[in-house]
């Protein structure tokens, strides 16, 4: 029997000193997690987590830190350095209350506020339970699922990736991660299955049918495998598409290029915005109607089909790692993309398909992979858009460093009355620092041939002479360090 009693001694320890996990199956695997900022944008980037997070932080603030449940952590033998196995959210919360500074731009106004209401030596240092290892600690990772009022469970997928993780540690010793998770076989294998299942993505028959942004879309961890799921757990597509399923394998009794391409329009079809849009309330009816609007599936005679699957494995690892979690998968043997070379005058969209933002704010997340876009044949409606673009990302800024009033009180109006020209000179003057606040001393010059007053004439005026692309594109370079002080803003 398992020894459980270090987890009723309780031991206080330095908040700043406990190193969060970067294993966490809350995280984007695909990501690197180094500084507490970088945990927190992960964290954020989903709406419900965010929304979660900013109450946890704000009940800490008006409540004090309650220890209900214990933050449960492990010593690593290599660096000496404690790290947190259950409790992250908690400890990265108290973290950031402590540091408001250490908090990403779309969140840093909120967590200064409540940060200045609470007394911070007292929560300088809090009681955890030293596991052993981190082995000890697997169970009660586990355990953690269950709901409380500071403790958000993990969602589906992140359970999944959990499973995954303990499916590579052990080697496929089903019989342990039950004994850990206290699930049944059948779903466990479920879990694994169905991420397999879901990296037939990266298989290069399958990318060719998908754009980039596709693929990307696909392939990033926010992809709702819960349609999938749903898809694949029905008699009539495992009927149809020839499949069968044993334990954790898929048997494919199919020619592989026609599962291919239809397997690739499914996946489109659910990253669709369109009316053809498959989405989580799909029905077996439903299944039904999107087999028969999807490419056929051929099938093959059955001394055919352990050819195929063959082939299948030698596509496949039966662990495929990633950034600090480990998922289930098909190996991607092409070769590595060719990124699209920055600043190039002469490229066709303004935005470059490399970056990404996190904001709570729709309408700039959605202009922002709009101007991913559209081609700069549109050059109209592209210069109009970089202008709304810098208004949406200066308020934005303004509003999450929490600094409305004090541009209300320098200018002697309500904020919606100051313009853009007045915000970006605060801004200069108070927040802006380096090249953003040269790009903004730039800008504010009616002289100068990137200044607010051309961009200002994109929505206002009707002269053509600053709308060709190297000149739109030579614009947006120059604002874009001003973008990335201002806005949560990364390379992918």
């Not at 240092?125 to 169970?139: G, M, T």
């Not at 942004?213 to 757990?233: C, M, Q, V, W």
Request: hydrophobic letters at 35%; glycine letters at 2%.
């Amino acid at each position: 029997m398992i020894d459980y009693n270090w987890l009723s001694k309780r031991t206080y320890r330095s908040v700043d000193s406990l190193r969060l996990w970067s294993e966490n199956p809350r995280l984007n695997p695909e990501d690197s997690h180094i500084y507490v900022s970088d945990f927190v944008e992960d964290l954020i980037s989903d709406t419900g987590e965010r929304e979660s997070f900013c109450n946890l932080i704000k009940s800490i603030s008006e409540n004090g830190f309650i220890p209900s449940d214990p933050i449960v952590v492990w010593k690593n033998t290599d660096n000496e350095k404690f790290y947190v196995a259950e409790g992250n959210r908690r400890v990265l919360a108290l973290k950031l209350l402590r540091d408001p500074n250490k908090a990403p731009k779309s969140i840093r106004g909120l967590v200064r506020k409540y940060s200045t209401a609470i007394d911070k030596n007292h929560i300088k240092k809090v009681l955890v339970s030293i596991a052993p290892s981190f082995d000890d600690v697997e169970w009660y990772i586990n355990q953690r699922n269950n709901a409380s009022s500071l403790q958000k469970s993990w969602s589906r997928v992140q359970q999944q990736r959990w499973i995954a993780s303990l499916y590579e540690k052990y080697k496929g010793d089903i019989d342990k991660i039950l004994s850990i998770t206290s699930m049944n076989k059948s779903d466990i294998e479920a879990y694994i299955r169905i991420l397999k299942i879901k990296d037939f993505i990266k298989i290069d028959d399958v990318k060719r049918y998908l754009t980039q942004e596709e693929y990307d879309k696909a392939n990033s961890h926010r992809f709702p495998i819960t349609i999938l799921e749903r898809f694949f757990g029905y008699s009539i597509v495992k009927e149809r598409w020839n499949l069968e399923y044993n334990g954790i394998e898929i048997v494919i009794h199919s020619e592989l290029s026609s599962f291919y391409k239809a397997f690739a329009e499914l996946i489109r079809r659910i990253l669709s915005d369109g009316d053809d849009k498959i989405d989580t309330r799909i029905k077996a009816e439903d299944a039904t109607l999107i087999i028969d609007s999807l490419p056929p599936v051929i099938k093959v005679l059955d001394d055919t089909a352990e050819q195929i699957t063959n082939n299948i494995i030698n596509h496949q690892s039966d662990i495929i790692k990633t950034t600090g979690v480990q998922e289930i998968g098909i190996v991607n043997d092409s070769p590595t993309n060719i990124r699209p070379l920055k600043n190039n005058p002469d490229r066709n969209r303004i935005l470059l398909p490399i970056y990404e933002i996190t904001t709570s704010d729709t309408r700039l997340l959605e202009l922002f992979e709009e101007l991913k876009r559209i081609p700069l044949s549109y050059k109209n409606c592209v210069s109009a858009a970089m202008r709304i673009f810098l208004d949406l990302a200066v308020r934005n800024y303004i509003q999450s460093e929490g600094i409305e009033d004090e541009l209300c009180k320098k200018f002697k109006c309500s904020f919606n009355n100051v313009t853009l020209h007045q915000r970006l000179s605060y801004l200069k003057d108070n927040s802006l620092t380096g090249n953003s606040k040269k790009v903004a001393e730039r800008l504010l010059n009616s002289e100068n041939e990137f200044s607010l007053d051309v961009l200002n004439g994109y929505v206002h005026g009707s002269s053509t002479h600053y709308l060709s692309k190297q000149f739109l594109n030579r614009f947006w370079d120059s604002m874009f360090p001003l973008f990335e002080q201002t806005l949560e803003i990364k390379e992918i």
